[in-house]
T-cell receptor, first 113, second 109 residues
């Protein structure tokens, strides 16, 4: 079954405590991306990766890091989380061609207190 | 920067009613996609349309793409409670996937 798996689904943490949200896909997609979803702001892209060792900033990259050491994995790292990073996060992957379907993980609801 | 505007923002209807939601782009779509997102889940693709004037049907859902490829509508006939969710339009162009803010649909029995 085609799948994008994120962990954890829910996370409550304190300001400044480093955390990692994992993302893995089983479809051999080259392209992976992280989004955050906030009320009234919709889905906004944080970072994306076109292939192993190739990553780039999206629209809202401040406070986040990513890495792409293997094709299937694309973790999102918050080195020093702050309350304004409280959000719903989604990982997605798709083939790099037009009109292709994007597959999303189930989301990670992060609360930073 | 391309902007996708969706309307209405919220829609609350009774089971059995018909409804239409809209998506307008500030520039021509590369490849228009509609996604549905249920509470607690990620978006799931409903349809991709590429050709101006195209109409696609998916059971009770009808998707129309404007001739100029800058607008689209989604019509649901005889809505069911299972149609409840957030409907998102998006422009997919290879490495870019840009979303509108969505229409939140609530269908009550």
């Amino acid at each position: 079954e085609a799948q994008v798996t994120q962990n954890p689904r829910y996370l409550i943490t304190v300001t400044g405590k480093k955390l990692t949200v994992t993302c893995s896909q089983n479809m051999n997609h080259e392209y992976m991306s992280w989004y955050r979803q906030d009320p009234g702001l919709g889905l906004r892209q944080i970072y994306y990766s076109m292939n192993v060792e190739v990553t780039d900033k999206g629209d809202v990259p401040e406070g986040y890091k990513v890495s792409r050491k293997e094709k299937r994995n694309f973790p999102l790292i918050l080195e020093s989380p702050s309350p304004n990073q409280t959000s719903l996060y989604f990982c997605a992957s798709w083939e790099i061609m037009s009109s292709t379907e994007a597959f999303f993980g189930q989301g990670t609801r992060l609360t930073v207190v | 920067t391309q902007l996708l505007e969706q309307s209405p923002q919220f829609l609350s209807i009774q089971e059995g009613e018909n409804l239409t939601v809209y998506c307008n782009s500030s520039s021509v779509f590369s490849s228009l996609q509609w996604y549905r997102q249920e509470p607690g889940e990620g978006p799931v693709l409903l349809v991709t349309v590429v050709t101006g004037g195209e109409v696609k049907k998916l059971k009770r859902l009808t998707f129309q793409f404007g001739d100029a490829r800058k607008d689209s509508s989604l019509h649901i006939t005889a809505a069911q409670t299972g149609d409840t969710g957030l409907y998102l339009c998006a422009d997919q162009a290879g490495t870019a996937l840009i979303f509108g803010k969505g229409t939140t649909l609530s269908v009550s029995s």
